[in-house]
C-alpha cells in the first residue's frame, strides 16, 4: 500500500520587514526578496549585476549550516502530526500522514495546519500531497501553467496518473541529460514519454528514470529512512538585531516552541519544566544568559497554551543587556496522559484546565502571588497546612490521608472547655463519639504537644473537635475545629 505523503519544497526564509536583499552563493544570485525581484534581478545573476540593477540590495552569502539548522528545525516541528518525517536532499520534507488524516480531520485541514507551523518558523513552503512521495515531490515542484488550474493535492490513484501524465518531463530529475532528445521526439510531458516501448526507453535513457516513474505512479515500493527524535530537547534561534525590549522576543520564542511540542508529540511526553535563555554579548564583553525558567502545574504538550504562559513572563522581564539569541531547553518531562472524555463533564471545566489557568495567573501575577493550601510536614493542626505557590508539585503524602479525618475549620487559638459531670462541656455536655487520636509531636524544637483528639457530639447535634492534653496531670479540655 503506498501512504500518501506531503513533502515541502522550495523551503525559503521569510524576510522579517520589507527590504532589498539576495543570497549569493558562487557569486550568483540564489535567492532574493520580492522588492529585489521587482527591481529586475533574477536567480544567477552576478553580484556587478545586482549592484548595477538594484543598487541598494544588499547581498548575503549563503550559509549552508544555517539551512541545515533550519531544516532540522522544520522536521522537529512537523512531528506533531505524524512520527514518519525525513528530510530530502533538495530542502524537501516528506511526511507519512496515512495514520493522521482522520485525527486532523482531512487532508485540508491537515495542509493548512503543516503550513501554519511553518509559518510559526519564519519559512515559506509549497506543498504537495499524493498516495505516494515520488508523486508529492513532482506535484509540490509542477509550474503554473497559464489557463491550466493547478493541482497539487491529488489523494486517488486513477487521478494521480491522469495528473502526472500532464507534467513536463524536465520536471525529473534523472530526465535532465536527455533533455534534447525527449525534445526532439516530441516527449515533453511525462505521459507521452511512459507510452515509448520500455525496452526501447531503457537502452535511450537510464534505469535510474524509469524506476522514479514506477515509484511515481506506485508501481514500485518506496523506502525512507524516517528522522529518530533525540532524547533531550535544545533548541536555538538567533535575532535578527539586538533586541531591547523583552516582549520582541515572543517571535522568536514561538518558533522555538513549535520544535518543543512537536518534539514532544513524536515521544508521547508532556513538558514540566522549562528554561529559556536569553544569550547576551559574547567576547570580552559576554555576560551569562538570563534564564527564564516556567514550571507548570500540570504537564502539557499544547503550543497555544505554552505561548501564553511565555508572553506574560516575558512582559515581566526587563533586560539589562541587548538579547542576540534565545534558546529553549527542556528541563522536566513526564509521560503524555491525554484527558479521557466524560459522559457527564463538570459544569465549570475541567482540573486540567484549572491548573492552566493557575499557572497563566502565577505566570501573570508571579508566583508568590498566587498560592494554595498544602499540607507541611507536621502532625500539629496549628501548624500542618502551609501556603505554597500554585506551580509547586505536591505528592500526596501519608499525613494528607490522615488529615481528611479532621474538621475543616480550624480556630486560630483553642477554647478552654469547662468539665461539668466530668464531661467537656460547651453549650450543653459533649458525648464523645470517635477517638482518641493520639498525637505526640513537637519534641525537636521544645514546643513537645501531647493530646488525645476526639469527635465530640453537642445535645442539638452539633459535632466539635476537641482534645485533651496529656502533659499535666488534670483533665484540660479543649476546643480546636468544627465540623460542616
Known sequence: MHLPLLPLEALRPRWSEPGRFAVVDGGAVLAMSQATAGDGVRTGMRAGGVAAVSPDTQLLQRAPEKEEGAMAAVATALMQYTPEVCLQADFSVLLDVSASLTLFKGPR????????????????????????????WLLAHSPRVKGVPLRRRVLSMPLLGRR??????GLVPAAAPFHDWLRDIGAQRIGALRRLPRAGLLRRTSKELLAVLDRAYGEAPELHEWITPALTFSARVETFDRV?????????AKSLLAQLVGWLVSLQQAVRTFSLLLEHERGRAAVAPTAIEVALAEPTWHEDHLIRLLKERLAKVVLERPVIALRLEVLAVEAMLPPTDSLFPEPGGTPREYARLLELLSARLGPEH?????????????????????????????????LDGRPFWLLPKPIKLLIREQRPFYVSPLLLIEGPERLEAGWWNDQTAARDYYIAQASNATCYWIYRERVSDEARWYLHGLFA
Open 164 to 169: 502526472l501524465d500532464q507534467l513536463p518531463c
Open 244 to 252: 531591547e525590549q523583552a516582549e520582541a522576543l515572543l517571535h522568536g
Open 109 to 136: 485541514a491537515l495542509s493548512a495546519r503543516v503550513l501554519h507551523s511553518i509559518a510559526a518558523l519564519g519559512y515559506t513552503a509549497v506543498l504537495g500531497a499524493a498516495p505516494t512521495a515520488t508523486a508529492a
Open 370 to 402: 498566587v498560592l494554595v493550601l498544602a499540607d507541611a510536614a507536621d502532625y500539629r493542626p496549628e501548624v500542618c497546612n502551609a501556603w505554597v505557590p500554585a506551580g509547586a508539585k505536591r505528592a500526596r503524602s501519608q499525613l494528607e490521608e490522615i
